[in-house]
């Protein structure tokens, strides 16, 4: 692949070409520089045909050499490398959601005095799917009872994931037909790590199944709960305004940004920053207030929740810090690079790592304690006021774009239906007559090998305005924020005509901002719901919809991929972040085979232009097998019979 040396090639974000321009003057290296020196990268890593599981190796597969030291084939190396992406990305985010379910745990037993239960509504209802008795019952009981079984769903010895029982039932029999039906997040994790390693599972089919099985316990098991759960203590997100880009940092305030991924952490900060007496201190260093920032998914929960501004990015972390203007930045998990302490260093900027399981050598480490959350988190927010006086040069990019942002598969179904009637029916509707051809997620990251935010925008652009909706997360979110895409004024000048009708009519833009990564489970959720409402078939993989991630980086993206393949969907990925060329098989099954048996499929395409055509293809021939395509058929769907459906 190219190397991208100059700030235009490497960002389309105004923000970030000011930065990257600042930082080559300065001579100070990011994420990209370290791109260009790794050059050229490892082919044989690239194809997913080197294996280092075992001290006879490392073997690499070539026409010299096609078997490694103890016989596997390329198909077994490459089949067992993704089935580790896949586990190690399950893990990341199940082990967020078993953080977040210790905190729900506690605070339901009113064990720790700084987090409550928020959305009561939303407690009952998962009470109810789990079977715990609600009726009158006070609601830390009801909690505690919600708190245990959440916490075995990461360990329990027996049985398959709760949440499963979501999917449309003819998913869940397909699971079960080919024996993936979830079972506890760390059992498939733990089986992953054993099957894959020298001497088991050597039949790239049965590897490939149990990357199914694992991703599943993810997408259905670890990521599900921690939304859920996050929702319950921390509130439902409601679409809301919001800032995005480099240009929310404040000249005159002290600026604290929040990076990472859990919002144990920086919901406190929220709530210490309108500390009176901290406020106090700021003014008395000379600062008119303390300006909270988020930084890639963390910033996504806290926007969506709180209406707190986004500062950018993946990519962007760096960038931040060279506006001289952080005064801290505190990161929990996930995401957060290494480099940003080598820049820091070149900066006034305080970076603080917060969670014991992720400290940076040479990086101050203050312990979040959950029993202690706001007090840390005061200390943190006064360690930034503290700062503030030792700032050098600032320069703060005069970029930011209103967005709204904050969608969930609640308040779509709310928005859409009205409060009384909250339903589904109006925009199934309006796929089945075509003024919406079809529902897509565009998710994930921002890698420095492609364009920053050029493709996520790019094919969000191409699809609107062919009246396909766009739900986004992750790190898309933030790219199609600060681009416009999630500002409604911008955004519906480029949707079609069907597409924009809806939406005016119902008040939503085009794009809708769906979270965080682990918030690709309302995408999971709301897929079902559209079934369940009728009229689009009966299962996920018979809607006009499908997912992508152009830009994807981490073992997380791969895990989210895998699991909507699992659960029935394409998945559009570029070409060079899937390591699977090295075996034709495993392609040919991820790529083809695998749709046979579970109606989902892996598509390979780095140009967003040309991976829109391909999702547009796939949506109109699922609407022909829908029978929704043709004038005479929508007869079928008049009033009565939409009356009929809805009750
Ligand atoms: O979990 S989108 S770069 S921040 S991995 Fe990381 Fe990718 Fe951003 Fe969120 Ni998700
Ligand atoms: Fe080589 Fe086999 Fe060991 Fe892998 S498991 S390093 S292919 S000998």
Known sequence: SEVFMNPQERSIDKASQEMLSRMAEAGQENVWDRLAAQMPQCGFGKQGICCRICTMGPCRISKKAPLGVCGANADTIVARNFLRFVAAGVSAHSDHGRGVAEVFLEAAKGELKDYRIKDKVKLLKLAQEFGVETKDRPVNDIATDVGKIAIGEFG????????????????????????????AIDREVVEALHRSTMGVDQDYKNLIMHACRTALADGWGGSMLATELQDILFG??????????????????????????EPILSEMIVAAAQDGELLKQAQSVGAKGINIAGMCCTANELLSRHGIPIAGNFLSQELAVATGAVDVMAVDVQCVMEGLAQVARCYHTKLITTVDKARITGVEHISMDAKNALNTAKK??????????????????????????????????????????????????NIINGRIRGVVGIVGCSNPKVQQDFTHTTLAKELIKRDVLVLTTGCATIACGKQGLTNPKIALELAGPGLREVCEAVGIPPVLTCGSCVDNSRLLVACSEIVREGGLGDDISQLPAAGACLESITEKAIAIGQYFVASGMMVIFSNEMLPIHGSQNVSDYLLNGIEKDLGGKWVLEADPVKAAEIILAHIESKRDALGINKKTERKLYDMADRRALII
Not at 156 to 179: H, I, N, S, V, Y
Request: charged share 25%; aromatic share 8%; hydrophobic share 35%.
């Open 236 to 261: 439902t997100p409601y679409p809301g305004k919001g800032e995005v880009n480099l240009g929310v940092l404040k000249k005159d305030e002290v600026n604290i940004v929040v990076h990472g991924h």
């Open 156 to 183: 329990k010895c027996e049985g398959t994931q709760l949440m499963a029982r979501r999917a449309p039932a003819a998913r869940q029999a397909l699971w079960k037909k080919f024996d993936i039906t979830p079972r």
């Open 380 to 429: 943190i927010v006064k360690m930034g006021i503290e700062n503030y006086k030792n700032r050098g040069e600032v320069y703060i990019p005069n970029e930011k774009q209103t967005a709204v942002m904050g969608f969930t598969h609640e308040s779509i179904n709310y928005i859409l239906g009205g409060r009384y009637r909250a339903s589904y029916r109006p925009l199934n509707d």
